[in-house]
């Protein structure tokens, strides 16, 4: 009918869009992204915000994360866009929100976007290892080496791929790789079309270790920098 028609057309016009900034605590960081998605889309319904369905015969909520977080990573700085179908105040948004948010995120920012079609990409991330606590040690002219070398290639396993292992060469997304004054190792990454650098794998290299051998390794994502509104937008 033509009221139904009405009531589905409202569900797909854009009014809104806000960004928000999350923590994914240590209880529960072996949850898969898919988890801390569906998460997210409970929280969301839980909360009655009016958000945006996606297109297609099995529509969802449209909320984008810039970048998956890795299984087993912390994070301090997580980031979420959610498109609405009304506008609300941010404020309220907040306020409903927090009133549901799953044990383990912990909400901190409720931020208006313009009303643009493009998502944020990451420009930087900085992650913290905690090697003091798993009991390692980098020598520190490894972290210089490193960053020296004109290419560092890491043979990554790929899941339902062939070949099974590939050879990723993570030398253009490393920023920078140091120690911290208690021992654990600081990672910045800079993600692009080709990837990212994922904390373990650094790791890895810098110790000369098999990445199986390092999975006790805790690991904490710092903060994350998105790319200029203006350069989203183009």
Not at 45 to 61: D, I
Not at 62 to 80: K, T
Not at 87 to 110: C, H
Request: hydrophobic share 45%; glycine share 2%.
């Amino acid at each position: 009918s033509s009221l139904n028609f009405l009531a589905y057309f409202s569900s797909m016009m854009i009014r809104q869009k806000v960004e928000i900034r999350f923590e994914k605590s240590d209880a529960i960081r072996f949850i898969s992204h898919h988890d801390l998605m569906r998460a997210m889309m409970r929280a969301a319904r839980r909360a009655a915000l009016p958000v945006r369905l996606t297109e297609g015969f099995n529509p969802r909520l449209r909320i984008v994360f810039p970048v998956a977080l890795e299984v087993g990573v912390v994070s301090l700085d997580e980031v979420a866009e959610i498109e609405l179908t009304q506008w609300l105040d941010t404020q309220e948004i907040y306020a409903r929100l927090s009133s549901v948010f799953p044990t383990g995120l912990i909400l901190k920012a409720v931020t208006a976007l313009p009303l643009r079609r493009a998502s944020r990409m990451p420009r930087r991330i900085q992650y913290r290892l905690h090697l003091k606590e798993a009991g390692l040690t980098v020598p520190p002219d490894r972290c210089r080496t490193l960053l020296q070398a004109e290419s560092l290639l890491f043979q990554r396993f790929r899941k339902n791929k062939l070949p099974k292992m590939q050879n990723v060469d993570i030398r253009p997304a490393l920023l920078d790789i140091a120690l911290e004054p208690d021992g654990d190792l600081r990672i910045e990454v800079a993600p692009n079309q080709k990837g990212s650098v994922r904390p373990l794998e650094a790791l890895s290299l810098a110790l000369n270790m098999p990445l199986d051998n390092l999975k006790h390794v805790r690991s904490t994502k710092l903060w994350m920098e998105l790319e200029p509104l203006a350069e989203a937008a183009q």
